[in-house]
């Protein structure tokens, strides 16, 4: 695995997964750079633990992703909800965390950054949902306290993982406070797979007919 990184340069094959240890906020903003205008690696940034994380998805990642989208996307049509997202995304507190997930929804906040070329969460609130899939990573729920989103979603060998803020910790729940009335943690990972296995739009056309 050829891996290279540099003040100008990042090369990661895909699945690649580097730890970078002892690192400084100045570090991380330097590898953003460093990428300048592509979105892979994904930067991850944790001031506790002073490490950077870098990760190169694999193709089934992409798929997904792209699947669960899709899959919100139709529930909250279904709902009747509007909404607003972003693919990608970086997300950062100062000095804090630097967080990149798969895809992002502004729902009951969504009128707070229409029309914005990036989110500055000094002024904008977070996103109200963050989903990350992780196939070969770990994505850690506490990496996202200092970003502050309501709900964040781990996708994970065919596992759906619903993380709920309260307070100052994340809390695994079974049920989403975005789909209440859906279950959403059991349904959506069968779409997911088929999507994987049979194809994207066989899936999705089967989860709206079975949404009726």
Not at 46 to 72: Q, V, W, Y
Not at 83 to 103: C, N, Y
């Given at each position: 695995?050829?891996?290279?990184?540099?003040?100008?340069?990042?090369?990661?094959?895909?699945?690649?997964?580097?730890?970078?240890?002892?690192?400084?906020?100045?570090?991380?903003?330097?590898?953003?750079?460093?990428?300048?205008?592509?979105?892979?690696?994904?930067?991850?940034?944790?001031?506790?633990?002073?490490?950077?994380?870098?990760?190169?998805?694999?193709?089934?990642?992409?798929?997904?992703?792209?699947?669960?989208?899709?899959?919100?996307?139709?529930?909250?049509?279904?709902?009747?909800?509007?909404?607003?997202?972003?693919?990608?995304?970086?997300?950062?507190?100062?000095?804090?965390?630097?967080?990149?997930?798969?895809?992002?929804?502004?729902?009951?906040?969504r009128q707070a950054i229409l029309g914005k070329e990036k989110i500055d969460l000094t002024v904008e609130p977070p996103p109200d949902l963050a989903i990350e899939v992780d196939l070969t990573s770990r994505t850690q729920a506490a990496d996202y306290l200092?970003?502050?989103?309501?709900?964040?979603?781990?996708?994970?060998?065919?596992?759906?993982?619903?993380?709920?803020?309260?307070?100052?910790?994340?809390?695994?729940?079974?049920?989403?406070?975005?789909?209440?009335?859906?279950?959403?943690?059991?349904?959506?990972?069968?779409?997911?797979?088929?999507?994987?296995?049979?194809?994207?739009?066989?899936?999705?056309?089967?989860?709206?007919?079975?949404?009726?």
């Open positions: 695995m050829f891996i290279t990184i540099s003040e100008d340069t990042i090369n990661l094959p895909p699945g690649g997964e580097v730890v970078l240890r002892h690192q400084t906020w100045d570090d991380y903003e330097q590898l953003l750079n460093s990428r300048q205008d592509r979105v892979i690696p994904k930067i991850y940034f944790n001031a506790k633990t002073e490490e950077i994380f870098l990760m190169s998805p694999l193709p089934g990642h992409g798929n997904r992703i792209d699947t669960l989208r899709d899959l919100i996307k139709i529930l909250l049509r279904y709902q009747g909800k509007d909404w607003h997202s972003f693919d990608p995304i970086t997300l950062k507190r100062f000095k804090q965390a630097g967080v990149e997930p798969d895809t992002c929804f502004y729902i009951n906040n200092p970003i502050a989103i309501p709900e964040l979603w781990i996708y994970r060998r065919g596992e759906l993982l619903i993380y709920i803020l309260e307070g100052e910790q994340y809390i695994n729940s079974n049920q989403s406070q975005i789909f209440k009335n859906i279950d959403v943690k059991n349904l959506l990972p069968k779409y997911v797979e088929l999507a994987w296995t049979n194809g994207s739009s066989v899936a999705l056309r089967q989860f709206e007919q079975d949404l009726g």
